[in-house]
C-alpha cells in the first residue's frame, strides 16, 4: 500500500497555463514529491458549473495549499493560496484602515477594487 497525504500542504506553482483550460496548476509540493513537479492540480473553487463559476488563478511562483484526493500523491487538488511575506500582499488591501471590514481584488499589475464599509463619499466601492 502506498503512503497516503492527508491535510494541507504548501506548495508552490510551476505552470498556470491549463491545456485544457480547467483552471489546473502543475505546483511543486517538497514535503510529498521533493523538488519534482506534480502531476496538475484540480482547482477547488466556490462555484463551479455548466457556464458559470469562479476563475482566479495564481501567478507562477506562488505559494499555493494543496491537498491529495483520497490522500493519493497522484491526484493533487490546489485548495487555496498563501503570501510569503508581508510584501506579497496587495497594495491595495493595504491602503483600507485595519479593522475596517473590507475586500479587495487586485491583479499582479496592480489593477484592482475594494469594497468597504467605509462611511461618506469614499466608502463603498473604490
Not at 475596517?100 to 487586485?106: D, E, S, V
Request: aromatic fraction near 8%; charge should be negative; charged fraction near 10%.
Amino acid at each position: 500500500m502506498s503512503q497516503k497525504f492527508f491535510g494541507k500542504y504548501r506548495g508552490m506553482v510551476l505552470n498556470n497555463i491549463d491545456p485544457m483550460q480547467q483552471g489546473r496548476l502543475q505546483v511543486q509540493v517538497p514535503d510529498v514529491a521533493g523538488l519534482a513537479p506534480a502531476s496538475w492540480a484540480m482547482p477547488c473553487v466556490p462555484l463551479a458549473g455548466l457556464q458559470n463559476g469562479m476563475m482566479a488563478l495564481p501567478v507562477i511562483g506562488s505559494g499555493v495549499w494543496v491537498e491529495f484526493e483520497q490522500g493519493n500523491p497522484d491526484h493533487p487538488i490546489w485548495v487555496g493560496c498563501f503570501w510569503g511575506s508581508a510584501a506579497e500582499v496587495p497594495a491595495l488591501a493595504l491602503a483600507t484602515p485595519p479593522g475596517l471590514p473590507a475586500i479587495t481584488f487586485q491583479t499582479p499589475l496592480q489593477n484592482g477594487v475594494t469594497i468597504s464599509d467605509l462611511p461618506g463619499p469614499t466608502g463603498g466601492i473604490m
